[in-house]
């Protein structure tokens, strides 16, 4: 951290500040065992499927396959 503050290089040093502000939440993200994967993938299948049917179907329909694919 020293060196980013020290590296002159206006970007590098206004990360490692942030991080330095951040630490506890830096700390907690990268020991506890806890990940959002699973929910982002349920996201990322939701936001495709809306995609999919924008425009082609009412709501009924994209309700319907929304549970059929979850």
């Not at 936001?47 to 549970?67: E, H, T, W």
């Amino acid at each position: 951290m020293g060196e980013a503050r020290a590296c002159e290089v206006s970007a590098v040093e206004t990360f490692a500040e942030g991080l330095e502000q951040d630490g506890a939440a830096v700390r907690a993200a990268l020991t506890t065992p806890w990940r959002d994967a699973q929910a982002e993938d349920q996201i990322t299948k939701l936001k495709l499927l809306k995609r999919q049917m924008y425009g082609r179907a009412n709501f009924d329909l994209f309700r319907r396959r929304v549970l059929l694919t979850i």
